[in-house]
């Protein structure tokens, strides 16, 4: 059975991808010298990812020994926000993670990678993995443009894309592309708009200053960027909210799953371990540790909660007298935020506290005007 790049394109697209390319499996040595460059530099902070191990993510040939080439593929996600619910503070969710678009896109390459198995060769589908750096991948099959941002952005769809590939020995006629032209030209809105300058030159993110991933990060959020984190309680949007490209085409219906767009951030710190994790586990969570889903609902809860409700009172109460020295250190936070320094006076009065409740008591803090 012959098959060629053009057939797997094809059921590609039909799949319901946005762009579908090919490319070599020769290693991205570009994107390998910059990553193990942007490590050294300290950009990376304790991101792992593709970061973990620059040469494997970098080298198709790591995963599959006899890989020839990658077939690439985008998935748009894109769709219009649902309506936010005003029945309590709701914590913000980016739009990459408010329903599972990788497994819509991982479904679609597993599509592309049946016939290619069923004619007798390797498909191994990679997506979100530490294997490649799927952008890399896409921009080299000529899906996109490496935006300023660093995201790839796709001609006429941007950058609210999933990435991933399917990596294969089958011996296809791979077409070399010349690269989709740099449409961003002079723009510079990503970096004007990324909330705390992350974006800190074109095409190069400095992790430490990236809301997104310090929501991932283990340990105590911090306090130089609460205020700025505002509503956000799973990743950040915003360089990708003021892109122009993201903004001129006809977005799709929202399709709200049980994660959805937003979250109700007073049932998050009233859930159990178990509950919490079913129902936010999907998200990288440090450590896989509930904990860390609380503090970041508490920042969020600092930035638009009302210190007069009594059920954001009695939730503060709570966790104050949480097992978690970084739950309770985030709970003092909120609670002097809202105006409730009241509620610390049980705390303040012990003989002992962790190092990280006792940091925090000490911190000056804004309340919320």
Not at 101 to 107: G, N, P, Q, S, T
Request: with cysteine.
């Amino acid at each position: 059975m012959t098959l060629t790049v053009d057939e797997l394109v094809a059921v590609g697209r039909a799949a319901g991808l946005a762009a579908v390319g090919a490319t070599t499996a020769a290693p991205f040595e570009r994107t390998r010298v910059e990553l193990k460059q942007r490590k050294a530099g300290g950009l990376s902070g304790d991101m792992q990812f593709t970061y973990r191990n620059p040469d494997r993510s970098t080298d198709p040939s790591r995963t599959m020994s006899d890989a020839t080439c990658l077939i690439v593929g985008a998935y748009d996600y894109q769709r219009e926000l649902p309506t936010r619910p005003s029945d309590q503070p709701t914590g913000r969710v980016a739009a990459y993670s408010s329903e599972d678009h990788y497994a819509a896109l991982r479904a679609a390459l597993e599509q592309i990678a049946r016939p290619l198995r069923t004619a007798g060769f390797k498909a191994l589908v990679l997506a979100d993995q530490n294997h490649l750096v799927d952008r890399a991948a896409a921009h080299r099959a000529g899906i996109g443009w490496w935006g300023k941002s660093s995201n790839v952005l796709v001609p006429g769809i941007g950058s609210l894309v999933v990435l991933g590939s399917v990596l294969t020995n089958a011996p296809l006629q791979i077409e070399p592309l010349p690269e989709v032209e740099d449409a961003c030209k002079t723009c510079t809105k990503c970096l004007d708009g990324c909330p705390t300058g992350a974006i800190i030159a074109p095409g190069v993110v400095d992790a430490n200053k990236c809301l997104a991933w310090l929501l991932q990060v283990s340990g105590v959020f911090p306090a130089e960027y609460r205020e700025l984190l505002g509503d956000r309680i799973y990743g950040c949007d915003d360089c990708q909210d003021v892109c122009p490209p993201n903004q001129i085409r006809r977005k799709k219906p929202a399709a709200q799953s049980d994660e959805g767009a937003w979250v109700p951030i007073l049932d998050v710190l009233e859930l159990d371990d178990q509950a919490l994790m079913s129902r936010l586990g999907r998200w990288y969570v440090p450590e896989r540790d509930p904990d860390y889903l609380r503090r970041n609902a508490l920042v969020v809860l600092g930035n638009i909660g009302r210190g007069a409700d009594e059920r954001t009172v009695n939730v503060l109460a709570a966790m104050l007298a949480h097992h978690s020295p970084v739950v309770v250190a985030h709970a003092v936070w909120a609670a002097r935020r809202l105006g409730r320094d009241d509620l610390l006076q049980e705390l303040a009065g012990r003989d002992s506290l962790d190092d990280v409740v006792s940091a925090e008591l000490q911190r000056p803090v804004v309340a919320v005007a």
